[in-house]
Each structure stands twice: as C-alpha cells, then as structure tokens.
C-alpha cells in the first residue's frame, strides 16, 4: 500500500505539484481511463498535456490571478485544463458545460474570466465577444510551464449549486484544497495507490473535484472517467475496469439497488469501497447494498467552502443511517446559535426526545480548520471569523456516540404560527408510506398560520396515491403543525448536478 505525497514528507504547496510528483513517482502507470472512449492517459502523458496546455495559455496572454472558465465534462480533458490554468498561475472556475445560457451568461458577468477551455462540440455562440474559447489540448513539446503559485493563492472559484439562493463563487486556495487531502489522508481506509476508482460526478463539482481527481492524484490511484451516470452501463464498467473505489451520491445508490441483488453482485464484485455525499441515503438502500455485495455505503458531510470533506462515517469505521460519522483529523467542529454562542438552537422537546433521539439540543454547524476556504468572490467577504470559524447554514445534533445527524438547512426552516417544521422530519414521515419514491418538503405563504407545510410527492412506477394518505401517514406520527396543508404528486424533483434537491425552485 502506497502513501499518499503529502504522507511521506515531502512538501507539496501548489495544488498542481501533486501531478508533478505523481508524473515523477509513477510516470508509466495509467492516470485516467475514460470509459465511454477508451483512452488512457498515464500519469507521464497527463503531467504533458497539462505542461502542453499551460504554456498556451500563458503564450494567449494569461496572467497569475486571471480567471478561466473549464466547461468540461468528466474526462480526462477536465484534469488536463485543471492542471494547465494553475500552471498558469491562473484560477480554474469550473462551470457545468450544459448550464443553460441565462444562468451560464451570470456567471460569466460574475467571475469575469479572460478565456474559456471547452471542447468544439459545445455551443460558444452564447460567449460574450471579449472571451476567447480554447480546446482542452495544447500541442505538446516545449519547456515545462509552473508559475508555482501556492499556499494562500486562490486555485478555484467553485460555485455554490445555489439550493437556497443565487450562486456564490467560493474562493478555495491551494492551501485549503491541499489541506483537505491531507485530513482524508489521515482516516483509515481511504483512498489508495492501488485503487482503480469510479468517478461519474461531475468533476466540476467540488465533490467531483477534490476527493476524486485531486486525491486520486495525490496517491497515484487510478482514475476510471465516466461522463454520465447509467446504472446498468455504470456496473458493466465497474467490472470491466476492476473497480475497486466508487465516489458516489445517493441517487446514484438508489438506482443500484433497483437493479437487483444479482446484477449488483456482479458489477461490484472487484468494489471494496463506497462512499456516498451531497446528501441523506436512505437507510434502505444502505441495506440492499449490503445484502448484495457484502459492503457498507460510508456517507459523508461537507461544502464547497470547506474544500468539501467535513465528517464521514469512515472515521468511526462503521456506517449509521441517518449519520454523516465524526469530523476528519484537523477539523474541529461545534453546534452553535445563530450568533455564534454554544448555547444550541432549541427544538420542540418532542422533536428531541422522539424524533432524533439525540440526546442534546440541534445547533448551526460551525467549523474550523485548515481546509476552510478564503471568502467569496471577488472581495473575500463573510469567510471564517477572526477565530477561524465558519458557521454554515446546516441545523444538525450529535448523538450519545458524538456522531453528527444533519436536520435540515437553516433556510429551509418552515416557521407554522411560531413553531419550528424542519422539512427533513415530515419526508422522512412521507418516504415511510409505500409507493412513494421520492419527497420534498418547503414552506409556503399562509394568511392564517404565516407558512404552511407543502409537500411534493414523486409516486413509485404503478403506485396510487392521495392527498389523505399522505396526509393520514403524517397525522400518524407528528405533530399536528407539521402536517402538511398542501399535497402535490409530481413526475420528479429538481436536483442539483450531484444529486442535492433544489428546494428553491419547488417554492
């Protein structure tokens, strides 16, 4: 077993060094292999192609801080652009290359980019004229390009999905990125050199992003690239590729386990570790994935502001449903009030002592460590206080056992005549009902009560179900404020790039 660069002493201060040492370490080995081509890149070919693209960019006209735009799908164009702009001493602001042209022209007017690496098959009619569009490729040979930017400089803007407002661009620098390695580094059983991983997220995703590409490349694991997620063609890949790794997120899970224990057995049979983000799994799943493989699902919590890990049930070793686990090594983590003091934020004690058994009051989730990131862009405004603390916008508790159970995000609070409905509680209620696939839970603007309590079904194929049952079902088992006034069946729920329900577009 092979350790990761930055566990074996020397220092590495410049996100792009990682492929620089890896090219050195393991030049022969193969980088990426993308499943829907077929090509492969070793770690020496990657380590060119980025040299190749950096001195294109500097040669355009690029300058230490400039930003540009990667709209890239997940492929092993993605990882040589990544390495090339910060090679260039430029920043890389990722952005979903099917982003709709309104929400695509914002953040351009946002970030304000110089170029854009996109391949020619993507539309860039929509471009403004000062934008100048380059492909994923530069032409190799040449003198190696690393204008060594590092430590506090900004590596990223990864924009926020934007689940509970517009889109804000974090501002994540080299020593956050790095230092969020580090911790993962540190909890037994991830990522490895021998490993061959799994990568279907969006690599524009910060999720995608650092434990995928960026750890993948700190330990010489393989990269196995699929640019979309189809459940069936996923497993047949897993065992063609000998997957040993799956970065994943629920969604991704859940339609796993509706393939069948057999089909599933067979795909993962190579799988020695899952890990799920971006939001809850449900317990079931969690079990039809161990009846067939044999395997837990470890789940983990964090943001794009935190470079993303923040807790995972690998640090206790063991899965919990309904758990996100205990915070990596170097992340300190406390429940707060709104104003920062750790006084918790109070619950209805029905809400602690039969819903979340958790033993303490829920609070705002506060963290502090290295792997925080530098404000927002442009100007670095509302990042950690002058402690080194972040207080996100999440309501969660910590269990008898010190584990972290997530309620629900601060902004998705539904306020009925003065009492605090978080939606979490009333669709885990909701999911318990037979033929329901999927729910969502928002407030909506109520004369009487101020908000009311509306909740949007998705039936499972073939299934038939009313207004009362859902009704009936929550009446069952909450408290009568939390039952929902409206009910309405949709065909599916909007969903951010990872999987995370976009609960503002449902209001």
């Not at 004369?447 to 009446?475: F, I, N, W, Y």
Request: aromatic share 4%; hydrophobic share 40%; net charge negative.
């Amino acid at each position: 077993m092979t350790k990761g660069l930055q566990q074996e002493g020397g220092r590495v201060e410049g996100v792009a060094q990682l492929l620089t040492e890896a090219a050195a370490r393991w030049a022969d080995e193969t980088a990426i292999t993308e499943t829907g081509t077929g090509a492969t890149l070793t770690w020496r070919e990657l380590d060119e192609a980025a040299h190749a693209q950096a001195r294109r960019l500097v040669e355009a006209g690029v300058e230490p801080g400039d930003r540009v735009v990667l709209r890239l799908p997940t492929s092993a164009d993605f990882a040589v652009a990544l390495y090339g702009v910060l090679r260039a001493g430029a920043i890389a602001v990722p952005l979903s290359p099917q982003a709709p042209a309104p929400e695509l022209e914002q953040l351009l007017t946002h970030c304000d980019p110089r170029f854009v690496i996109q391949r020619g098959d993507v539309d860039d009619t929509e471009l403004p004229e000062v934008l100048t569009a380059l492909s994923p490729r530069g032409e190799l040979g040449g003198d190696p390009v690393d204008l060594g930017r590092a430590g506090e400089d900004i590596a990223v803007i990864s924009y926020t999905s934007g689940t509970t407002g517009p889109p804000r661009g974090v501002l994540l620098s080299h020593r956050a990125l790095l230092a969020n390695l580090e911790q993962l580094s540190r909890v037994e059983g991830v990522l490895v050199h021998e490993d061959r991983v799994l990568v279907t997220i969006p690599l524009f995703h910060v999720y995608g992003l650092g434990p995928g590409l960026l750890q993948a490349t700190s330990v010489g694991a393989t990269l196995v690239l699929s640019e979309r997620f189809e459940p069936a063609k996923t497993l047949d890949d897993c065992a063609e590729h000998r997957v040993t790794s799956i970065a994943g997120v629920p969604t991704m899970y859940t339609e796993f386990a509706d393939l069948g224990a057999e089909e599933l057995a067979r795909g993962l049979a190579t799988v020695r570790m899952l890990t799920s983000g971006a939001a809850p799994l449900h317990p079931r799943v969690l079990a039809a994935i161990r009846e067939a493989t044999g395997h837990d699902v470890y789940e983990g919590y964090g943001l794009t502001e935190c470079a993303p890990v923040v807790t995972s049930t690998l640090v206790t070793g063991y899965p919990k449903p309904g758990s996100v686990g205990r915070p990596l090594p170097g992340i300190e983590l406390r429940l707060v009030d709104s104003d920062g003091t750790e006084e918790g934020v109070p619950l209805d004690p029905d809400d602690v002592a039969d819903v979340f058994e958790s033993g303490g009051d829920t609070g705002l989730v506060s963290i502090r460590g290295a792997n925080l990131f530098s404000g927002y862009w442009p100007d670095g405004a509302h990042g950690p206080d002058a402690e080194g603390w972040f207080r996100t916008g999440d309501v969660g508790y910590l269990d008898l056992d010190g584990d972290l159970h997530l309620v629900d995000r601060a902004n998705d609070l539904i306020i009925v005549n003065g009492f605090n409905v978080y939606p979490h509680e009333v669709e885990d209620v909701i999911s318990r009902l037979p033929g329901v696939a999927e729910v969502a839970v928002v407030g909506v603007v109520d004369e009487r009560s101020g908000e009311a309590v509306k909740a949007v079904v998705v039936p499972a194929e073939g299934a038939a179900l009313s207004e009362q049952q859902v009704s009936d079902q929550c009446a069952a088992n909450l408290a009568g404020y939390k039952v929902p006034h409206l009910v309405e069946f949709v065909e599916n729920l909007p969903h951010s790039a990872t999987g995370k329900l976009r609960r503002l577009k449902l209001r």
